[in-house]
């Protein structure tokens, strides 16, 4: 079952690029959405583009090389505009041309690739910037809606005995392969799918964060259909 951006309290919704940087995050809110409804042909763009590898990354003279229509142009000019922005606030956006993640198949009982729910970690004051702009998007979830995996009695059990070493040494462990991160939604869990167009910010486990990291997972891809994503 998916909850929408409208009634979800972990989400404000703002009105321009400033009030997406400026705004703090508090109480249950994790998630900012800058909602837009963008003219264009995004599909344009991705047909002309090359995929080299599962994950292409696309630079700015990519995009300007391209030859495209009157609504391919338009969809260029908001990506162009999109880096600018958070370029010059100080992010280091990414443009990906995606045919799928890596997907982690080395453990049968606890997946730790992007598919799986999880928050990012920063040891420095940061926050995840993302916008879909053709293909299937992201879903973010309450974090009072999911449970971390590595409290999961049972996957719990299996991780000790997958460490093999001293208890002390045993959630340094979980951290460094990074198993702390990924969660199980509760069976009532209600995702928020967050669309294309819209440029979100989500809350990142870093220490000077105040309120919770924002629990979010990567979509499993339509099939032929490549997706086109803005991240930093």
Known sequence: MKNTISDNNQIRQVSSFSELVNTNFHGEINALCWNRNLVGDFKEIVDKLELKEDITEVYVEDLLALKLSAKGHLAREIILEDIQQLTEFGASPVLNLLKHYERDEELDFIST???????????????????????????????????????????????KELHDG???????????????????????????????????????????QKVLPCVHRAPIEKDGEYRLLLIC
């Open 113 to 159: 690739d992007v598919y799986s729910f999880h928050v990012d970690r920063s040891p420095i004051e940061t926050d995840t910037f993302l916008c879909t702009y053709h293909g299937a998007a992201s879903d973010i979830v309450a974090n009072h809606q999911v449970e971390q995996k590595v409290l999961i009695p049972e996957i719990r059990e299996k991780l």
């Open 166 to 208: 001293p208890e002390a040494e045993f959630e340094a462990f979980l951290a460094e392969y990074f198993f702390d991160l990924h969660y199980q939604p509760k069976p009532d869990a209600q995702p928020v799918n967050l669309g294309a167009g819209h440029i979100w910010r989500l809350a990142v486990d870093h220490p000077t």
